[in-house]
């Protein structure tokens, strides 16, 4: 499969036109605009061999089907699962469940409630990032589910009060990037087709689909979704940076978005269907819609839409009929039952793929037990995205404490309503139902939570220490100013939490009450813990600086072992080495314009990305804004020396500007773009009194005036490292981690220069400067 620009510059110079106009809001290229791109190309399985076998069988049975069995396995049905395709007896293919969440299966009983996306972004561990897809993978395919809906990387987190930042990974495009990655291949490892998820630019909730009056014989729109407006450049650095990971691990379905995307809906937007995605990079998988993110019958085909959920849409009979007209053509209809066919025999799921046990809740019988254990791996990763940002005179870790006293609705369990009728957290359903009050917050809310078989609240792990050492607890999960103080108490632990959700975004990053519970507690207690249970960033200023509050943890969303992975890390059986995913301003208003999400009462609103390339720490580094805690910083208890910088330049690799034009594009973009081309070495050592290990990070500011100062290009755990041991960090830096995408030349390009390298501990605290220089 080759690139061709032809189609996408003719339409640069309509873009210029409509920019001369002053119709946009920028003065970038494609900004605003989605260029026809067409046909849709026809996947061939060209990528490797697994790819070229499965294309093979799965050409050889689509050859014999008639347009209505083609029809079938491109169409969803209402079912069992959350969709399912159907199937065709005649040649044995069966109908594919697909099921949610990205952190877990949901809905189900016995099966785990694994951190959400954004707890395991802040482990910046690859390791972790992989036996997570793994795991997550084994509880679909005991399930019999063959699709997975996950993992996520859109949204990003443009905006901080986006409701659904938890379920992707980071507004970092890297982090994002390796995670997709790792989460993909272990997913597929597994058996289960993985699917990327959502394409793009699906960055707020707000107006996310359109308003249709269902009284209307016609189904009547009253008004359309969002159109989220993002030049190429920034499409492609930035917002598609993470899914080419995922496709280069051979994720097999990805999934459309509800918005518009530069004023087309991503299910019928041939720009980023067939261009980006199918041609750019070789995307051999398949298309699905969003559930009812279809938007038109012909068009959506057309533009490159493969399977439709969560029933027939505007496809079904409809499509049959377009084929027959010549609307769509039959090659066209045939590739998508081919995507759909080639992807399963990709993942092999021909041979003995368990059977789809997913159920509703009230059949009686034994479920299928998948959780195996995954409880341990669960523990581990909740311990390792636990972000410690503040720690005055070693507070933590609680060393031989005999006596604690535990505040606020996040300590616990969910508790009967009339306990306190407010609702801060409680993100999990209680017995499958919606009625979440005041709990422990484990997951966000929406189609990507997960469904825990339990919770090990922290109230429950940190009782069991204090029992353990024959001390004594006290707690009120419920007032807003707790008392009396207990006197004895060594230490004040207040819990509080940020829920956010699907179908909305939030209204503050902050609480009343919960800071209020802080600071009334702190006004008693010189040794004031807090940790927060977020869906994202959670602001602090309220209390922060207030002396007695002597310990601060941003505790993510980690899933059903919470309690114990926070107390590994209270109680020091785990030395941390989580970093904030995302940056925390001293104050809301200092996110500007990517506070909020666009909430507009126009018929055709916009959300316009004309920020581009700078949302979260790229745009507190441009604006010139101190956060109060930087993308990437995480305290450890011991401390971090940070050495001897070594940068090189591969010698045996294409340094020519741009890749070999004569390699054909397989899935994953351009094969040179993953050739390793410079390497970066540091060391690092532990300069403090325990034992620890630290994720060094490398940062790159590519040549030009137009690049963020810095981006996150590798990340690396060292250790662990006993006192006053060191041990070096190799970062491998690709093709793609040093170009910019060219917009004249539809390419990544190197820039010729000077690449500024840094390595350190955060985005901010950078010790180490070198460059690397590409000729
Ligand atoms: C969500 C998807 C999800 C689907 C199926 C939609 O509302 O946006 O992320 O996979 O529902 O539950």
């Excluded at 930035?238 to 999934?255: C, D, Q, R, T």
């Amino acid at each position: 499969m080759k690139f061709s620009a032809s189609t996408l510059l003719l339409s640069a110079q309509a873009a210029a036109a409509a920019l001369n106009n002053g119709t946009n809001p920028s003065e970038v290229p494609y900004y605003g605009l989605s260029p026809p791109v067409y046909p849709a190309p026809v996947g061939n399985g060209t990528s490797d061999r697994s790819w070229a076998k499965a294309y093979k069988k799965a050409k050889a049975l689509t050859a014999q089907f008639t347009l209505e069995e083609k029809m079938n396995v491109t169409n969803g049905f209402e079912g069992l699962c959350v969709g399912n395709t159907g199937a065709v007896p005649r040649f044995g293919i069966p109908s594919l469940c697909f099921a949610d969440a990205p952190d877990g299966v949901r809905g189900q009983e016995f099966v785990s409630a694994f951190p959400a996306g954004l707890h395991l972004a802040a482990t910046f561990n690859k390791d972790l990032m992989y036996k997570y897809g793994k795991a997550l993978g084994e509880e679909y395919y005991g399930k019999g589910i063959h699709v997975a809906l996950g993992p996520s990387a859109g949204p990003m987190g443009r905006v901080m009060r986006g409701g659904r930042n938890w379920e992707g990974l980071s507004p970092d495009p890297s982090l994002a990037a390796v995670a997709m990655g790792a989460i993909t291949r272990g997913i597929q490892d597994s058996g289960v087709i993985a699917t990327a998820k959502h394409w793009l630019l699906n960055e707020q909730e707000a107006r996310r689909r359109p308003s249709v009056d269902e009284s209307t014989p016609e189904r009547r729109v009253t008004d359309e979704a969002i159109s989220s407006n993002a030049d190429d450049r920034t499409i492609h650095e930035l917002y598609a940076f993470p899914f080419m990971n995922a496709l280069k691990e051979g994720a097999g379905s990805v999934m459309c978005s509800y918005q518009r995307a530069n004023h087309s809906y991503a299910c019928q937007n041939s720009k980023l269907m067939n261009g980006i995605l199918k041609t750019q990079l070789g995307f051999e998988g398949f298309v699905v819609s969003d559930w009812r993110g279809q938007r038109s019958g012909v068009a959506s085909a057309n533009a490159g839409l493969d399977v439709v959920m969560p029933d027939h849409g505007f496809w079904g009979e409809k499509l049959v009929e377009a084929v027959n007209n010549g609307s769509v053509s039959e090659e066209r209809m045939t590739d998508m039952a081919t995507r759909v066919l080639a992807t399963w025999y990709y993942l092999e799921q021909e041979n003995n793929f368990p059977e789809t046990t997913y159920r509703s809740y009230s059949t009686v019988g034994d479920p299928v037990n998948v959780q195996a254990d995954h409880s341990d791996l669960i523990r581990e990763i909740g311990a390792a995205g636990t972000v410690l940002v503040k720690n005055v005179n070693k507070t933590l870790p609680l060393k031989d404490v005999k006596m604690v006293s535990v505040y606020g609705y996040d300590a616990t369990v969910p508790q009967s309503p009339w306990q306190n009728p407010n609702r801060y957290g409680g993100g999990y359903e209680v017995n499958f139902g919606w009625n979440t009050f005041n709990g422990t917050l484990v997951t966000g809310g929406g189609s990507g939570i997960s469904t825990p078989p339990y919770v090990v609240s922290p109230f429950h792990a940190i009782s069991d220490r204090i029992a353990k050492n024959k001390g004594t607890i006290r707690w009120d999960f419920y007032s807003e100013a707790p008392g009396p103080h207990y006197v004895n108490t060594e230490a004040c632990l207040v819990f509080i939490n940020g829920y956010a959700s699907e179908s909305f975004d939030r209204v503050s990053l902050t609480d009343e009450f919960s800071d209020n519970l802080v600071i009334n507690v702190a006004s008693m207690c010189p040794n004031t813990i807090v940790t927060m249970h977020h869906t994202g960033a959670r602001t602090v200023d309220a209390w922060i600086d207030h002396p007695n509050v002597t310990a601060v943890i941003y505790g993510g969303l980690p899933g059903q072992e919470s309690g114990n992975s926070l107390a590994d890390v209270l109680f020091g059986d785990v030395n941390p080495t989580g970093k904030l995913p995302f940056t925390i301003a001293k104050k809301e208003e200092d996110y500007g314009e990517l506070l909020n999400s666009t909430n507009s009462k126009d018929f055709f609103p916009e959300a316009n990305f004309t920020e581009g390339l700078y949302i979260d720490y790229r745009y507190f580094d441009k604006k010139n804004i101190t956060p109060l805690y930087e993308f990437g910083f995480g305290l450890s208890y011991t401390t971090f020396g940070f050495s001897n910088l070594e940068t090189a330049v591969k010698a045996d690799v294409n340094m020519d500007e741009f890749p070999d034009p004569e390699i054909d594009i397989i899935q994953g973009g351009h094969p040179e773009l993953w050739d390793v081309v410079a390497t970066v070495k540091a060391h690092v050592e532990n300069t403090g009194d325990v034992d620890g290990a630290e994720i060094a990070q490398l940062y790159i500011g590519v040549p030009g005036d137009d690049t963020p100062a810095r981006q996150l290009r590798g990340f690396e755990r060292v250790g662990p490292l006993v006192p006053g041991q060191n041990h070096r960090a190799v970062f491998e830096l690709t093709r793609r981690d040093l170009s910019t995408w060219d917009v004249e030349a539809q390419q990544w390009r190197f820039r010729r220069g000077t690449y500024k390298v840094y390595v350190g501990s955060s985005s901010r605290k950078l010790p180490l400067e070198g460059t690397i220089t590409i000729e």
